[in-house]
């Protein structure tokens, strides 16, 4: 069983920054394109980033554009999330969700995504 887990999250006041892990056990990360999805209280499943098997292709949510980072480093075999200038907006459970191996690209819907994790919970808030 492929298994994904996130970490990182947290309590941070608005217009800070965390920086999410997404680790794997049970298969090699790099083979697979990523996504970071979030869910709010009583909102949808929304899609925040993907990135692709390489790295070379990243796409963003408009609401995260220019404030959210998404990485990978093949040596350790993570994905990272890194996510500045936190807002209240941004409260929500955070997952990341791997891909089929060897996808070229990457999307940011969900049915692109077949394992998922147990989400980090991130709160914004003064």
């Known amino acids: 069983q492929l298994q994904l887990a996130e970490s990182g999250g947290g309590l941070v006041q608005p217009g800070g920054s965390l920086r999410l892990s997404c680790k794997t056990s049970?298969?090699?990360?790099?083979?697979?394109?990523i996504g970071w999805f979030r869910q709010a209280p009583g909102k949808e499943r929304e899609g925040v980033s993907c990135i692709s098997v390489g790295g070379g292709t990243t796409k963003y949510a408009d609401f995260v554009k220019g404030r959210f980072t998404i990485s990978r480093d093949t040596a350790l075999d993570t994905v990272y999330l890194e996510m500045n200038t936190l807002e209240p907006e941004d409260t929500a459970v955070y997952y990341c969700a791997a891909g089929f191996r060897g996808t070229s690209g990457c999307e940011r819907g969900a049915p692109a995504y077949n394992f998922w994790g147990q989400g980090t919970q991130v709160t914004v808030s003064s």
């Open positions: 049970g298969f090699t990360l790099r083979y697979y394109p």
